[in-house]
């Protein structure tokens, strides 16, 4: 059986941390070495439906507020046009159709903002010097 790509970095993270480290003294090669295993294990815990399954769960929203027909951005990215109905929401002269959008559309948006920001934090702890040595 061929190991999944997360299995590979879960371990790798492991040897990184319990192997090598130990064996370093060098605060800068240290440092490099547990930013490394960060982005290991950052690897193998992110969302798996990061990107694709997040725009088609945006796209549905879209679709179902027919919001690219009313913003008049048929051939638009679906973040261009997510990001358009956000803006036009705050307009008090927007169409009510693009404010119910932007109603069902920011949650998911969050949700989203805070899986990658909550599958992120170890990579910022590393980069800033606050990984467990």
């Known amino acids: 059986m061929i190991p999944s790509d997360a299995s ?3 371990n790798t993270a492991e040897v990184l ?3 090598v480290l130990p064996t370093i003294d060098d605060p800068h090669v240290r440092a490099t070495v547990l930013q490394l295993a960060a982005v290991t294990r950052w690897h ?6 990061t990107p694709a399954g997040r725009e088609a769960a ?8 027919d919001a ?5 951005l048929p051939d638009a990215s ?17 169409d009510e159709r ?11 948006l ?12 170890p990579l910022i702890d590393a980069f800033r010097g606050r990984m467990p040595s």
């Open 8 to 10: 590979v970095a879960r």
């Open 17 to 19: 941390l319990s192997t």
């Open 44 to 49: 193998a815990e992110r969302d798996s439906t």
């Open 58 to 65: 945006q796209e549905t929203v879209l679709a179902a507020h």
């Open 68 to 72: 690219r027909s009313i913003l008049g």
């Open 78 to 94: 679906t973040s261009t046009v997510a990001g358009a109905v956000l803006v036009g929401a705050v307009d008090p002269m927007c």
């Open 98 to 108: 693009v404010r119910a959008c932007a109603a069902e559309l920011r949650p998911l």
């Open 110 to 121: 969050l949700a989203d903002l805070d899986a990658d920001l909550a599958a992120e934090a």
